[in-house]
């Protein structure tokens, strides 16, 4: 290489009028010109008066004609395979090169499409798209051979560390410099293991972010799509495609470089690896990013003017700053993981008791007496996991539940209790927080009781590889440490033991004492930043496939139960594929695992804490401590039907009645299982009280899925054939929607319900008297809109003078969600005739309900006796009852009220300055947020809402779509929801609608 090859180029002294000379001269052309960035050439953007465009590029001198001649050799062999391309345009003579001043000039087509290195925020799908496009083009030039080709140049990996070294002088920060060339020297050293295996074949080089377009997609995310730039093409390492496009991809998350493993498997799955290119990804990755900081300091060094280069140093420094946040082993290993090598698999190498190479071999010894031989008392395991029963009711969020644990287990007759390695810690989730916890404990944890000193002693054989000031190393057969920790070291540096021999003493201690045991791969390194501290060191869920690697669990060789844990939502995801109807829904594309609610939070198998937006149905919250210590109260009692005597069916229905207006003239309460069961009730009682068929339902509604229920269903959300299948009892009326319905306007209460009256009318005069009306007093289904003003009054008015009756659907809407008022209908200042209840009556326990009067209820006779099993038997009261007093102890309306204000004020501070939100419905903590194209025409925005709830999933917030058209964010969580919580929301969907998704 030159010296003008291996320390940067200066770009050709070509203006933007110099392009329109040579777009004139040499392609006979008329247009203008506008320069476009690059590091070492010079570009234009063509622009000609009819609109047509093209790419103007005017090679560094130091490019040969060879190499261009290899270049459009690759354009066709893309071509060949299907692979989009910007083709070489030829010039008036028919030639791809032109000369003019001295300098090669070549046109391209202009690709379609917009740039993507600025952009945000890249979706998983997208990542794997990047992944799909660099295995296409290795796959594309897989048997491509030109002389022009084989060519060595800076952007070559092979010569990566080396052009590091040569460049780095011109960083000018000192300690950035130092990082750089300490990163690339580690990154060649574990390349240098590999190297001889890696397949070698031309490759683009340069398939970066930079160098593809990218078009928009219905859902709103720009989708990689055409390559550019073929100026890098060069043959080298065929992996160091897939290194280079990685790369590329990190400063768009920088705090969360694994997410790349999706990229790479995409990569694998189109173009498989070798288990030597597996292994060579993040070296590479690491030092194409230490490359491009060193060379960006350089070009700025030579060529000070050219703003491209200096715009992308932060850009690039941002690359390399993720590239090296994971260490280096950590990210080969997790590489490995994802695709499914072997790596070098945990326990290999551990001989201990067992013959060398079969595994770790159980301990004769009593559990913990390999290493504590004198310890006394019973050994006790903690379970601080995610389904611990001794952490309901939110103990687990408490500063000291480890402490309360290990207190609770060290009783008299105990000597230690065991926090064990690898089960993922519920104590140490965190709430309100976008990144999870370190959860994973890769140590195994004993506390010893108060007492005195313990002589500790090594569980295997090795030799003493270091000794601190309260820990011992061992290094053991297979490349494996031993380390343990909290003991006071009585050996030397050196020593070679054999099983059983001291290496120190407990201390002791008036308080319980920690001992660790940590079993390491050699040169692991440390998971947590620094030294650990005096408990099990812990890593985030996403480090668990590395560390899984890394570390073995040492409890064979204590006498200990191995419980260690993995993230199964996979499995699970696998088995319910397996055995479920396909019409049964699912949330998320990639599901996860939640095996515990807490109050308004949802956390996952790995400790992973969400903030719950949905889940109306647990209006108390998850976990609530009252309704589970009665329903265990009353089952240990007694369970029976309804037909027997006993007080909780009467006490019950008369605290349901206590809770209509004053006003109401309802009194009779009958009890069912759930909301489609009390919609399907309601409907019979209105047909039996009046003696007709006909019941007038809405358009867009969703009641339930009984047989009954959902012949009033005509949401084409649940059922794209709901209005084409009703019975012919069902009359469906036109939905009050203000903002996507006939008559739009805050205003337009009279018209619909003039309009309902009309139906009356047509109904009537068909011989189709009406017997009921059922409708949701807030529109639930469309994301919580609210009714015009006067409509359901006017609307009740008009069905009760054509003598049918008024169903209120309060399954969603009602018992305190709205804040201002106990139920929805109460909205709408009116008095239905029978009110259908369900969700949140049991917080999650099945129980639903009807309230209407006596002359309604008693009509039911004519068609023989009403009969519920579990509805309304003394569980299911009891837990109704311990609801409503939760309700009232907690102030849970009132919260309603005023946290749901508080969110509704967020998101529209947000509308403010984000186009993508339209109306913001609903009242108290029943919201729903429209995403709309367009805030006139009122597109909606189905695909980027389903996009923005997987982001926000990745963000710790769980909410989902609603409505007709799937646009609107619905916003209907527990009703203890906090200030906090609501704060966090808002400030997720802030950042996505700023980031992307």
Known sequence: MTEEQTSGLVRPDVSPEDAVTIARECYGLTADATELG????????????????????????????????????????????????????????????????GFAVRRSAFAPGVPMVDLGYFAPVVLEEFGTLAAASVSALAELSHPGLDRTHMWVMDVAAEQTELLAPAIADAGLRERV???????????????????????????????????????RRVHPHTVLDLGDLAVGWRVAELAVTASSMLHHDPERPLRLLDLIAAFHRGAPLSAAEARAVWPLIVLRAAVLVASGWRQLEIDGDNAYARDRVAGEQAIFDAATSVPLAEATEQVLARLGFQGVPEGTGLGLLAAPGTGVARSAA????????????????????????????????????????????????????????????????????????????????????????????????GRVVAVGPDRVRIEASGGWTLE????????????????????????????????????????????NAGEPGAGAALVTPERVPAWARFSHDPAALLGLPELAQRDEAGDELARREQIFASAQERYYERPMQI?????????????????????????????????????????????????????????YSERLLALLPADSE???????????????????????????????????????????????????????????????????????????????????????AADLGADLDRLSAEGREVAGFVCESVLGNAGGVMLPEGYLQQAYQRVREAGGLCIADEVQVGFGRMGSSFWGFEQSGVRPDIIAIAK???????????????????????????????????????VGLAVLDAMAAEGLQENARVVGARLAA????????????????????????????????????????????????????????????????????????????????????????????
């Open 906 to 997: 967020g998101f529209r501070e947000l509308a403010e300055t984000h186009d993508l939100i339209g109306p913001v419905h609903g009242t108290g903590l029943y919201l729903g947020v429209e995403l709309v194209r367009d805030r006139e025409t009122m597109e909606p925005a189905a695909a980027e809402a389903a996009a923005i709830c997987e982001r926000l999933r990745e963000l710790g917030v769980v909410v989902l779509t609603t409505s007709e058209r799937s646009n609107v964010l619905k916003v209907k969580p527990p009703l203890c929801l906090t200030p906090e919580s609501a704060d966090f929301v808002v400030a997720a969907l802030g950042r996505v609608l700023r980031e992307g998704w």
């Open 484 to 527: 343990v920790r909290g003991l006071d070291p009585a050996i030397e540096l050196g020593t070679e033991l054999a099983l059983g021999d001291g290496i120190g003493d407990l201390p002791a201690a008036t308080a319980p004492r920690p001992l660790v045991v940590g079993l390491r791969r050699a040169g692991a390194g440390e998971p």
């Open 181 to 219: 060339l300490r990163a690339a020297r580690d990154a060649q050293l574990a390349l240098d293991g590999v190297a001889e295996a890696l397949p070698r074949q031309v490759i683009h080089g340069d398939l970066t972010d930079d160098n593809v377009t990218g078009l928009m997609g219905e859902d």
């Open 366 to 461: 009593p559990p913990l007496r390999a290493l504590l031989p004198t310890l006394e008392g019973e050994v006790r395991v903690l379970d601080p996991g995610v389904e611990s029963e001794a952490l309901d009711a939110g103990r687990w969020l408490a500063d000291a539940a480890e402490a309360e644990l290990v207190a609770a287990a060290l009783t008299a007759d105990a000597g230690a209790a065991v926090f064990p390695y690898g089960v993922y810690r519920l104590t140490r989730t965190q709430i309100d927080a976008v990144d999870a916890a370190a959860t994973w404990p890769v140590d195994t944890e004993t506390w010893l009781s108060a007492g005195g000193i313990l002589p500790v002693v090594t569980p295997l054989a």
């Open 840 to 878: 949140p009556m049991g917080n999650g326990f099945p129980l639903g309900g009807v309230i209407t009067s006596k002359r309604i209820a008693d009509a039911l006779a004519s068609q023989g006796q009403f009969f519920s099993s579990a509805g309304g038997n003394p569980l299911s009261c009891r």
């Open 666 to 752: 309802l009194d009779t309460v009958l009890l069912v299982n759930s909301g489609s069961e009390a919609v399907d009730l309601a409907l019979r009682l209105a047909q039996a009280a009046t003696g007709r068929r006909t019941i007038v339902s809405l358009r867009e509604a969703y009641h339930g899925w009984t047989m009954a229920s959902d012949a009033v269903t005509t949401s084409a959300y649940d059922n794209p054939y709901a209005a084409e299948t009703r019975p012919d009892w069902v009359h469906v009326a036109d939905v009050p929607n203000r903002f996507r319905g006939t008559y739009r306007g805050a205003d337009t209460g009279a018209r619909y």
């Open 595 to 651: 095996e515990r609610g807490w109050r308004h939070h949802l956390i996952d198998t790995t400790g992973r804490a969400y903030i719950d937006v949905v889940n109306n149905v647990t209006g108390l919250g998850h976990g609530h401590p009252g309704v589970a210590d009665a329903m265990q109260r009353q089952a240990r009692i007694l369970n029976t039907n309804s037909r027997f005597l006993f007080r909780e069916l009467a006490e």
């Open 38 to 101: 690059s590091n070492q050439d010079r570009n234009f953007l063509l622009t000609e008066p009819d609109g047509t465009r093209s790419v103007l590029r005017i090679d560094n001198p130091v490019f040969t004609d060879g190499e261009r001649d290899g270049q459009h050799a690759a354009l066709a062999a893309y071509q060949a395979a299907g692979v989009p391309v910007a083709e070489v345009l030829p010039g008036t003579d028919g030639a791809q090169t032109q000369r003019w001043s």
